[in-house]
């Protein structure tokens, strides 16, 4: 039996703008997926995701196809969207390893969809304890490149590689199309976390920025300049200035807002973390709903977050300095 985490992490500036090639910067965070992979005997493979539910229903499933005893009465579409990373990340597996059969559970501390990275966190634990447990050891950039891969597919040729390469190194990273390197002095942040208990599908959010940009030449010049944005944190990140950073991501938090990728309880948390004092709120990922990130030393914001309407849950943040790792084999 293998164990493997990997982090979640928040967008500092940059979303959106990086799947065309802006730089973006990010930092993972200390919530975590865990997958467990076991050595089967025979040559079948069993994922069990216990968050993962459709209709009430966590899902158990096996060589593409869905448990009768799980007892899901929905579409099947709905379920190949809902499995398609973990599948994603078991193709990449039996790319690396001459396959039998193995069991892998996901449990995850991440919210699904609600842009803190759990589609990549869990791909990036799921090839590194699955490779493990049928002895190939991959270094992290390897498992990064695979579960970049796997975004790349499910959201159809739309994915830029910040995610998985931020879960599998940890820290504060920055990409730029194929250059992703951590920042080497990772700044500790006071990051406070809203979340609306929602979720927002990145393939399709990212394919409403996408088609907004083709149309409009002032969406594609948005898109640029969310790139001149994250430039222009470079310089606040090595000063550890967070009243800039503050700044910068509220700018960067309009401009997705005019990309169409904010939505109410996003733009309710953002003005009640400003309104406390926080030194500046943006939204987080993919966006449509789920969570926002903003600075703030002190509880403030946190409180004013737990009176929001539209948020359900507040918490802080830390750094997370490791990226995937083993946790017992
Ligand atoms: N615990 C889990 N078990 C199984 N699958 C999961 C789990 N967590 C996430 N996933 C997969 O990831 C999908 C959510 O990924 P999506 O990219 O839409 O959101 P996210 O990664 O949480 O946010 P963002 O990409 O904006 O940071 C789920 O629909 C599911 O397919
Ligand atoms: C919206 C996006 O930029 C981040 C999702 O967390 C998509 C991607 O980079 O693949
Ligand atoms: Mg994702």
Known sequence: MTVSSAPGKVYLLGEHAVVYGEPAMLCAIDRRATVTATARDDDRIRVQARDLTIDGFSVEYGDGVVDESTDIDVPHPLIEAAVGYVDGAVEQVKEVVDTTGFTITIESEIPLGAGLGSSAAVVVAAIDAATREMG??????????????????????????????????????????????????????????????????????????????????????????????????????????????????????????????????????????????????????????????????????????????????????????????????
């Open 136 to 329: 190939v050891e991959l270094t992290p950039e390897e498992i990064a490149q695979r579960a970049y891969r796997v975004e790349y597919d499910v959201q159809d040729g739309q994915a830029s590689r910040a995610d998985t390469f931020c879960s599998a190194m940890g820290k504060a990273v920055r990409v730029e199309g194929d250059d992703c390197r951590p920042i080497e002095e990772s700044p500790e942040l006071p990051f406070v976390i809203g979340f609306d208990g929602g979720a927002g599908d990145t393939g399709t959010l990212v394919a409403g920025v996408r088609s907004l940009k083709e149309e409009y030449e002032f969406a594609a010049d948005t898109v640029e300049t969310i790139g001149n944005i994250v430039r222009t944190g470079e310089r606040a990140i090595t000063t550890e200035d967070q009243q800039e950073l503050g700044r910068l991501m509220n700018f960067n938090h309009g401009l997705l807002s005019a990309l169409g990728v904010s939505s109410r309880s996003l733009d309710a948390m953002v003005w009640a973390a400003r309104d406390a004092g926080a030194f500046g709120a943006k939204l987080t990922g993919a966006g449509g709903g789920g969570c926002i990130v903003a600075l703030d030393p002190t509880p403030d914001t946190a409180t004013a977050l737990q009176y929001t309407p539209g948020c359900e849950e507040t918490f802080r943040a830390e750094l997370d300095h490791d990226g995937v790792r083993v946790e017992s084999e």
